[in-house]
């Protein structure tokens, strides 16, 4: 953990290097990914030690089998060699190395360019392949038109930006930024035409940088202090369960998950902030001309900890791997899209039973909520007092729903998982049955439209802003013009 954060540290200082010494307006593509491949290369080495070859190899080969196997099929292959790659690494350091072990593990790294080996691969399919007419908005728009090189393909999965914690982001918007095309923006109007108001070459990203790092002083002082007098553990003490009252007992449910988070804000926070100091992760300008720095954030700590709902809740945690989710398995799985999606979740993660624990639990949660919002909210919304209470009532439940759920996930094992919700005598599992048998969901659009109707909970919201704010797309390589991707993303956002 010391080595990861040290080597985090240092990669902070060598993106603010990386931006001021080697601009794109001053040095080549060609060195930008040099530099930047075996900066990660050496991070890699030096936090993991020779467990860092696992990166090289696992690109490596994904590299030679979208090569040999050509355009039509390779995100298959890609898809199921890397995720099996990861799996088999991941079982091997649970179950030969030391079980339980939160230290700062190899296997981590991997499930980052895991996600990026998958979806550059169904981009390139989608782009070098499937007809222009068959794609979705989205997938048109990171559709790639040209098979990168092995330097760039290296760059992209290897990067010191972004090879020990992240976060994922598209090829496309990679590229962008080591050609130095980021900072071209171009805003829509509703009538299609582009407004040039708040062009600039190159805005700062020191105040964006300053204030993350400030929320990563915070959830480390937090994570050091509180997070060590709260331990999950403490859910399953045989003296707390048998003295404790149930509302102490769930008091200390959400006290103790919400103790827990502060690790995963300073991780992604820290990472989001390295890369806005190379200068990469610029979404555009606000109405009134403001920067914006979130282009691949992973996370809203603001809307997490007043989550009303959990969709609320699920739409601002860990939002780069719901986009992953849903444009590598949701919009193309053929059946049943929904559990596919949960069940390449739990796969992803890795091999704990708790985790698996976790998504199961997660899909009556979701299903439950869902049917209560859609059948009781209106009632509620009428006068703006009920409304306030409504929702200090859904704040409540949904926190004490996701702690909840999340218990299995901290503990990792079956036996204090179930230890846990046999002492709740799984009254949230049975309420949400209870819930679904009484609240059917409903059904408000048809035909084509009814799919996203069951659509998951993350994805609708988030690709949705991921369409609206994401407002810098350049072209690839002898393809779009950069006119061209602004129509394409502005046809999608009316879509």
Request: net charge positive.
């Amino acid at each position: 953990q010391v080595n990861f954060v040290v080597c985090q540290l240092f990669a902070l200082l060598a993106a603010v290097w990386f931006r001021t010494y080697l601009h794109s307006s001053k040095t080549s593509p060609f060195i930008r990914h040099v530099v930047a491949t075996f900066l990660g290369l050496y991070l890699a080495l030096f936090c993991f030690g020779w467990y860092a070859l696992h990166f090289v190899i696992q690109s490596g080969i994904s590299y030679y089998i979208m090569i040999i196997i050509g355009v039509e099929n390779m995100h298959k292959y890609c898809f199921v060699f890397a995720l099996g790659y990861l799996t088999v690494c991941q079982i091997t350091r649970v179950y030969i190395f030391d079980y339980g072990q939160y230290s700062a593990d190899f296997s981590g790294p991997m499930m980052i360019i895991t996600q990026k080996i998958t979806s550059l691969a169904f981009e390139i399919h989608d782009g070098m392949f499937r007809k222009n007419e068959d794609l979705t908005p989205s997938q048109r728009c990171l559709a790639v038109r040209r098979m990168p090189s092995l330097l760039e393909y290296l760059s992209y999965n290897c990067n010191f930006m972004g090879i020990l914690a992240g976060p994922l982001c598209s090829y496309k918007d990679y590229i962008t930024f080591i050609e130095g095309r980021s900072y071209q923006l171009q805003q829509s109007e509703a009538n299609g035409k582009e407004d040039t108001k708040y062009e600039q070459t190159d805005p700062s990203p020191n105040i964006a940088v300053a204030q993350k790092l400030l929320i990563c002083g915070l959830s480390l002082l937090f994570h050091m202090t509180v997070t060590k007098t709260l331990p999950v553990e403490y859910n399953i003490d045989d003296n707390f369960r048998a003295t404790a009252s149930w509302p102490v007992r769930f008091f200390y449910l959400y006290m103790s998950l919400m103790a827990a988070r502060p690790k995963y804000y300073f991780a992604w926070t820290l990472a989001d902030a390295i890369n806005n100091a190379a200068g990469f992760g610029f979404r555009g300008y606000d109405k009134n001309g403001v920067t914006r720095w979130d282009l691949i954030s992973n996370l809203r700590i603001q809307q997490i900890e007043f989550s009303t709902s959990f969709k609320m809740f699920l739409d601002n945690w860990n939002i780069q791997t719901a986009l992953w989710l849903k444009r590598v398995c949701y919009e193309r799985a053929t059946f049943s899209p929904t559990i596919q999606t949960f069940i390449l979740s739990a796969i992803w993660h890795g091999v704990y039973p708790g985790y698996y624990l976790t998504f199961l639990t997660g899909v009556l949660m979701t299903l439950a909520a869902r049917a209560i919002r859609n059948n009781i909210r209106q009632y509620f919304v009428g006068s703006p007092a009920v409304k306030l209470c409504y929702d200090i009532i859904t704040w409540m439940t949904t926190q004490v729903a996701i702690s909840y759920t999340v218990v299995p996930f901290v503990l990792l094992s079956v036996k204090p998982s179930f230890t846990f919700y046999s002492s709740c005598y799984f009254c949230l599992h049975i309420a949400s049955i209870l819930v679904l048998l009484v609240f059917p969901l409903k059904r408000t659009q048809k035909g084509s439209k009814k799919l996203e109707s069951i659509q998951p909970v993350w994805s609708k919201k988030l690709e949705e802003e991921n369409l609206l704010q994401k407002n810098s797309y350049s072209t690839t390589n002898n393809s779009f013009d950069q006119k061209q991707e602004i129509t394409c993303r502005y046809q999608a956002l009316k879509q």
